[in-house]
């Protein structure tokens, strides 16, 4: 795999890509509050618009209608939003569910196409029939009566009764939609690696979860710990370990890749692209994500060997297997090492440490200083309004709160 292009356009981390059924157009979601639709194969952007969020949008779909007419968004702040698109690339937006807290991942229901389910981090997943003016309450995850934030869900590949959740605990949750409730809910299966359940205190939790292409496997990725992969069938323990990438930074993505689901990926807070060879575990490949570090979106084209990336930059990066093969067997080693030892010294999970809320609140009071003081300094215009300021002198700042979100994220 190497560098096939680069498509540039917002002003933010990019933090969600979906190709529609065909593979033909490409939608990214990101933190300047817009969906951008792409004609990837000509490096074209086709259109933008804005999506009606108040937060960074984290996931942005193509509803499986005729026409790719529909696009359905979630947030930061909560909302799940449809945006029904015009010829002209205009979108009407309106808002169908509103989680207490960030809603991370969406996904759409095979045999159902107009069924959505979302999942946040108030720990509930609502059903939502986009024809419908609102969504409903579909279950509520919650272990030893503590709610349980959610980060991913995605619908089994074949068989639309089953969903699988994951978030902030050990456990990918699998769920039969015919029995979802909000209050005591039973769950058809829960994976979890062995070393987990041995009784001793584990502060990993899982970021991404997906099932393979025929939906016999499932893989989850764990904050500050490894990727497992478990067999649908078996939920006694993880038959295959990834280990090299680094998982702390962000809600980070994992996926097969392949016709087959041959090959697992993950992004990295070290900035790479990882590829392991299902079977035997092996790195078998390493890309160069993103500049600015953080790799955390891995969006694998539908019919070709097309692999869409993105994080912490504000372009999206498009790989396939052209060029020659380059023996990267050093930069394995040095990457892996560099990660591991950073795991190892990373004191910011330490329970001593200043969290992500407190962080974030210590930055918006900076942030909020720091503007009073440049309104104080500059003149007022059109007749005594407040200017803005121009985009060039904001472009520092933005910056930096984009950052800080998407890491935060």
């Known amino acids: 795999m190497d560098s096939l292009s680069s498509l540039e356009f917002h002003n933010g981390c990019v933090n969600g890509l979906h190709f ?49 007419t529909h696009i359905i968004t979630s947030a930061r702040d909560g909302q ?17 569910v509103q989680h207490r807290g960030p809603c991370h991942k969406l996904t759409s229901v095979v045999s159902q196409p107009h069924l959505v389910l979302s999942a946040g981090e108030d720990a509930f997943v609502y059903e939502i029939d986009v024809r ?15 709610k349980v934030p959610l980060y991913s869900i995605q619908g089994h590949p074949l068989d639309s009764n089953y969903v699988l959740l994951g978030g902030c ?6 769920c039969d939609r015919r029995s979802m409730r909000v209050g005591s809910q039973e769950y058809v299966a829960r994976y979890c690696p062995s070393s987990f359940n041995s009784g001793t205190e584990t502060r990993a939790h899982i970021t991404s979860c997906v099932y393979s292409n025929n939906g016999t496997e499932i893989l989850a990725s764990y904050n500050d710990d490894d990727i497992y992969l478990f067999d649908s069938s078996n939920s006694e323990a993880a038959s295959h370990q990834y280990v090299g990438a680094r998982n702390s930074a962000t809600v980070k993505g994992v996926n097969f890749f392949g016709p087959n689901s041959e090959y697992i990926i ?16 092996a790195i ?25 990336t993105s994080g912490l930059d504000d372009d999206i990066k498009l790989w396939a297997p052209i060029g020659r093969e380059n023996d990267k067997t050093q930069l394995i080693k040095e990457v892996i ?5 950073e795991r190892e010294n990373d004191g910011s999970r330490a329970a001593d440490s200043i969290d992500g809320e407190l962080l974030w609140m210590l930055w918006r009071h900076l942030n909020r200083t720091e503007r009073r ?13 407040e200017s803005d300021g121009s985009e060039e002198n904001n472009r520092d700042e933005d910056t930096a709160r984009r950052r800080m979100e998407c890491r935060m994220a």
Not at 285 to 303: K, T
Not at 337 to 341: H, K, L, R
Request: glycine share 10%; hydrophobic share 35%; net charge neutral.
């Open 20 to 68: 529609n059924q065909s593979g033909t157009r490409l939608a990214s979601g990101s933190d300047d509050l817009k969906v951008a639709v792409w004609d990837w194969a000509a490096k074209k952007m086709l259109f933008s618009f804005p999506t009606g969020h108040k937060g960074n949008v984290f996931q942005a779909k193509f509803l499986p209608f005729n026409g790719d």
């Open 169 to 174: 605990d050990q456990y990918a949750r699998v």
């Open 373 to 385: 003081r440049r309104f104080n300094d500059s003149a007022t215009v059109d007749n005594g309004e």
């Open 132 to 146: 419908e003016r609102k969504g409903r309450k579909a279950c509520l995850v919650k272990e030893d009566g503590s």
């Open 337 to 341: 090492g560099s990660n591991f030892d």
């Open 284 to 308: 078998v490949n390493i890309l160069p994500g993103d500049i600015n570090g953080v790799v955390n979106v891995l969006e694998p084209h539908p019919s070709f060997p097309i692999l869409a």
């Open 80 to 96: 799940v939003r449809l945006a029904e698109l015009c010829p002209s690339g205009a979108a009407k937006t309106r808002r169908l």
């Open 266 to 281: 993950s992004g990295s807070d070290c900035g790479h692209v990882f590829f392991w060879d299902k079977e035997t575990e």
